[in-house]
Every structure is written in C-alpha cells, then in structure tokens.
C-alpha cells in the first residue's frame, strides 16, 4: 500500500509541476505589468521591415503574428505565435475602450481570423501587412480595414 501511495504522490507532484509550466508556457500570468510603451516601441523599430510568412525576427522579417509575438517577447510575455492563437489567448475589448498595445483582429480571408496588429493610439495600428510589403501603420478608419474588424484584445 506504501508503494501505490507513494506513486500516487510522485505522480500528483509531477501534473502540478507540468501544469505550472503549461501555465506560464504563453506567460499569461494575472496583473503582469506589462510595458505596454515596451511592446509599441519594439514593434515601431521595425518599421519598413520586409513581410515575411513565419517570419518573427528583424533579421527573417515578419508576418503579421509574428510582429505581435516578438514585440510582446521584447516586454518578456511570450504570447502563441498565430493570430488564431492571440485571439484566444487575448481579452475581448470593444471598440470604443481599446488602448495602446491591444492587439486588433481582422478577417481577411474567409470566415476567419487572418490577421492581427498593435493598437497605437488615435485610430492606428501596426502591422506586417503581406508579401511584398514592409512592416507599416495603419488606419482603423481605412474602409479596407473598417470592413473586415473583428475584435480588439487585451493581453
């Protein structure tokens, strides 16, 4: 009986160990501070950076998932690295409350989400737009851009 208790113990300690780790795997971690000027700033340093699919590095360039992953890196959150994965792991903002560093989801191809920039303030937001394009800001008030909005989230 000492034995099986002992298993069940050593493997009660190991799942709390593992669910600590999956916890923190994409850095969620409640009142986290995060330096929202951090995230902006990173991102507007790689203005003019060539689009890149996958890419997520100044050196490789980015796509769209990319940029939101490596500026939120920067600021020491590790967030998932696809946009339908930034979606899910944000909070749901509606459009009159977003603030700087929130990231704004659209749907460009399809029925769902295909892209996703940072929310910079007065309406803009910075993305890695597609193939043959370089890292830009934007407008939310662009009809392109109004047409296919879906969301805004917090991190």
Request: aromatic share 12%; net charge positive; with cysteine.
């Amino acid at each position: 009986m000492l034995g099986q208790e002992k298993t069940y113990f050593v493997l009660t300690v190991f799942l709390v160990l593992l669910s600590a780790c999956s916890t923190h795997r994409y850095g969620h971690i409640p009142d986290s501070g995060i330096d929202r000027s951090t995230v902006i700033n990173t991102a507007k340093a790689q203005l003019g950076k060539i689009y890149k699919f996958g890419g997520d590095s100044p050196y490789e360039g980015f796509d769209c998932s990319g940029l939101v992953y490596y500026s939120y890196q920067k600021a020491g959150l590790n967030l998932p690295r696809t946009a339908v994965g930034q979606l899910k792991f944000s909070q749901p903002v509606s459009k009159p409350h977003i603030k700087q560093g929130d990231l704004v989801f659209f749907r460009i191809y399809r029925s769902r989400v295909s892209h996703v920039g940072i929310y910079l303030g007065a309406n803009k937001f910075i993305h890695a737009p597609s193939t043959g394009k370089t890292v830009s800001i934007a407008s939310l008030k662009n009809p392109y851009w109004q047409k296919r909005f879906i969301r805004a989230g917090r991190i």
